[in-house]
């Protein structure tokens, strides 16, 4: 609050910024006021935004006309957009005290907005959410200080797509997941590569999401951010994860870096994957219906490679997104209702599938498991099996740190193009990030 | 720099040599044809070498116009221009493919255009007479101002801008967008209006004046209708601007429905993940065509536009 | 004259006479009124307030919280300002003479009495009107994309695709080119500038003796000066701006490894993306100030290239 006194006082000073100074003390106020918890009788109208693909939309379409059929006053506007445009405007809608009231929220972000006031602390709606089926370690992903900003709606866990068609043509084995290394793989992506004559490759090049490091990283011992929000991830293990990759391109297993940046802009469709043209490709393990439905082809799903002396439960379940509420929603009862009626009920996860990852409510997730789709339950199976090797989840996101896979990628494509050395581009990382976090 | 306002209108005809227009052109084609054989082959090759470097420049438009009348899987095999096939359904397609049919997002470009335009002509126009032919206190001081404020980057005043008009709960609205224009912020439009004005004879406002005219009359009856070709080169120019304006509305609009044509082409691009070109091609088209039109038939106004102050 | 001229030639004016009527000034300001409170509300009061905001710690949902020079501290030691910098050099000192070169070598060809001038003029300038449009950015992505037009004409000549746009090493070439299509504005200023060169000099060059090229270089160029400076004054400050070309073609990000991030684009990238709002406007200060200072030196060099005639 110091901060604002100064603020007003110097902006008072400037006569002619009256106006602005005005708006920048409007802000000050934030803070959210005690919801009412009463549910209106008369006509509400909530909006709805999220991420994601064509098959996720017409899921949450369907979900919003199941709702909107049981609760005739309550009406759901839905706002789709890509992962790349939503942050973006969320901000800006934020900023301009617009946010939608029911907000999809990723794990990246969920510090940045609930530590500044703009998302809803959903423990303090009573129990007009019933979370009683979800386990603590879920719920507490969630949770900043005491406050629930989002509840995690489902759980998945980083995974190694693998394409059997492609490894069949090659020749080559499906690798036995639970022993296999780094030199395993880049030995049996080599082999496709061979025989692919540049049309095929053996894998999909990563190193444009946290969640590659920080599995990396945490099979060093180490994390990407540790308790204190710092980036704790070291130089010299971020310089073997870009060595690795350079040295996977350079030899051809990975496609030319232009192809690779080209198709990452593109989106899921147009992936190496998806496009049937790499063996293997590092994707968040829910992401397999999507990419079988693409492909055409079933893709099994592999655990992330180790290496011989990796550190035990480097795996983790990371929460796939989070429900949060907007702070200043007009009917933050409407808002529970529509949340509780996702999580809670047997209709929406019939029609919701595990396309936001296995559901982390235990009730729902054993009545949905008999009922899925093959694909499906290939992704609750890869969850299950995992469970005795998993880690503890890692630490948040601190604030600023959003900015993390914007930074991976344009050190990821310096490294692939040459552009800078491993070394370099692990420095550059480390103090880019810490900056952004710094400045938030 | 001399100004071309005040320049007699014979003198620059003299270096025309439009075809259209009598003896000048006239004399010119005696002149080629009194000319040797060499220099007949000399403009030949001249008149190549312009046509070539023309389809050059404008290929890549030619053949988005072309492309958006093939099928998708066609497009990227075909870098000709001639088309076996009609094929409309890319239209259709792309017409319907976001939230709202495509009609909204022009609907709401021309919105934004128009309520800019009379902004534009209002505010501009009064700040231009009382520029050219007022003697106030500090006139040279504040036109100083308005000249140095054409050179101001947005960027400088747009995080401001954009707080307080959220403040004000305008954002997804145009108000942000149009409210500028009311306010005369286009100071190059005034600077353009200001120069025109000086052109005109001071006799025609001063006979007003002695017969007892105040300035709101001899600015409305007298001066904006002889300013009528700087008003047309300020809306044909406003225009453009806005319909490409991609920066502004960009922040300011967020809701789908009042996307603009530029942010639902982003939008398109974001939404069908590099999938289906043909549908965003024919869209592309579809934003294109009323700058084109404009360009048509308000040609002239826009080369006097950017003679007299270089606008783009 | 232009504004450029104006402001140039602001200074040896003599103000004509005092204000004797009252009633005048009322009138002026009154017909000023709009223009004046655009000023104060939308330019001056906002320049206003980023300056303040520049120097303070700024998250939008947050109050502002004065840090001093801290965010200038940040610019000296962040490289992806250093390097976006790098890149809007580039793009500027590359692409605007380029441009202005090929406007006045067209103006002069098509000033030379040739059949079809305004039909010649009209498809150079075309793209100046289309340039700065979303649905262009949407093309050029296409024309130089691993599958586009430009790779489909070098496969003719038996020669090897390249992902234009996807590679950095060529990526900002892209956007250069696309800047030099828009060459159409400059070559129509050139030309009506080109029209007021005294026929007389030229003719009397002529009876001297003097080869066409001669009569350019001695006489025409240096006639043209004036219009040569003006449109690299307003070329450059145009291009320092440029954002939604590099936004549409980059995704956003301006990449690939940061090779199109314009400084405008990193800026945006900061205030709307990372809520970095201080820091933005720090950027944007600094912003003004380069093409301030840039405007300036362009003013000081014109003394001793530019000719005037009056």
Redesign the interface.
Known sequence: ????R??RK??GL?G??????LA??A??G?GSTPPTAELSEDPVTLRFTWWGNDVRTAATEDVIAAFEAEYPNITIQPQFTDF??Y??KL??E??ANDSPDIIQMDEKYIS?YGG???LLALNELGDAIDLSEFPDSAISTGTMDGALYGIPVGLTSYSMMANPVLLAAAGVAMPDDESWTWDDLSEAGAAVSASGGGNVFGVQSWGFSDGDLKNFARQHGEDLYNDEGEVSVSVETLTEWWTYLKGMTTSGVTPP???T??KQ?AGLAESFTATNTAAFGPWWNSQLTALTDASGTPMELLRIPTTADAEEGSAYYKPSMYWSVSSRTEYPAEAALFLDYMLNTEEAADLLGTDRGVSANEKIRAYIEPNLSETDKAVVAFLDDLADVVGDAPALTPP?G??VD?LL??YT??V??G?ATPAQAAE?FI??LS??IA?? | ????QT?PAAD?A??????RSGPVARG?RK??KRASGRSTRK?VL??I??TL??LV??Y??L??VVSSLRPTDEI??N?GLVISNLEFSNYSDGWTTLSSPFSVFLLNSTLVVVGCIVGNL??CS??A???AR????G??G????????????????????Y??FSQLGWVNTFIPLI??K????DA?F??LMV?FIRGIPRELDEAARLDGC???RI?AQIMLPLMTPALATTAIFTF?WT??D??SQL?YLTKPEMYT??LA??AF?DATSATS?GP??AM??V??IP??L??LFG?RF??AG??????? | ???????RT?GH?K???S???KN??K???L?????F??????????????L??SF??Y????????IGFGNFE?ML????LHNSLGVTFVYVFVSVPVQLGLALA?AV???R??????F???????????G?????A???K??F?????VN??IG?FGAEG??W?????TALSTLIILNV??FG??M??F??G???VP?MYLEAAEVDGASKWQRFLRITLPLLT??IF??LV?QI??A??S??QA??IS???G????STLFY?LY?Y?R???????G???A???F??LI?GVF?AINFWASKYWVF???
Request: net charge positive; aromatic share 12%.
């Open positions: 609050m110091r901060g604002t100064v603020g110097a902006t400037i002619i910024a009256a106006a602005a100074a920048l003390s802000c000050a934030g790349g445009g942050w973006d901000a800006t934020t900023a940045t500044r006031g703009a870096p232009s192809s940046v080209e802009n600023g959003s900015a914007s990628k344009q494509e310096q692939l193009f552009q550059g103090k880019d900056a952004s400045a938030a | 720099m001399t100004d071309t320049r620059q003299k270096h025309l040599p439009d075809v010119n002149a080629l403009a001249k008149h070498m312009l470097t023309g420049m404008l890549p438009v053949w988005l990227f095999r870098p209002v505010s009064m700040a007479y009382a520029f007022l003697k106030f206190s006139k040279r504040w036109f100083v101002v308005m000249l140095t404020t054409i050179m101001l980057p947005i960027h400088v005043i747009i995080v401001p801008q707080i307080m409210l500028p009311i306010l005369a912020t190059f005034v600077f120069q105040g300035h709101p600015f453009i319909w490409n991609f920066f922040l044509v530029p082409l982003r691009m070109w965003l091609f592309s088209v934003s294109l700058i084109f404009i360009f040609q826009l080369i950017i003679s007299t102050t270089g606008g783009k | 004259m232009s504004a450029l001229g104006e402001l602001i004016r103000v004509a006479g204000s004797k009527e005048e000034n009138a002026a300001y017909f000023l009124l709009p223009w409170l655009g000023l104060a509300i939308i330019t001056v009061g906002p320049m206003l307030a980023s303040y905001l303070t710690k998250n939008l949902l947050q109050p502002p919280e004065i940040r030691g962040d490289e992806r067209l060809v098509l000033n009495g040739l059949r079809g001038l305004s010649y003029r009209s498809v150079f300038y075309l793209p100046s009107l289309l700065s449009s979303v649905a262009i949407v093309l050029w296409q024309v994309g691993t599958q586009g037009l489909v004409f003719l390249h992902g746009i996807s590679d950095p090493s299509w828009t504005a400059p129509v200023i030309l009506a080109l029209r007021q026929q004036p219009i003006f449109n307003l400050i145009h320092f701006q954002f939604t936004f549409i995704g956003g990000n990449g690939p490894a940061d405008t800026l990238n205030g709307f993306a990372n809520f970095d709002m820091y933005a406007s950027m944007a200060w912003l003004l093409i405007t005037y005639d009056d």
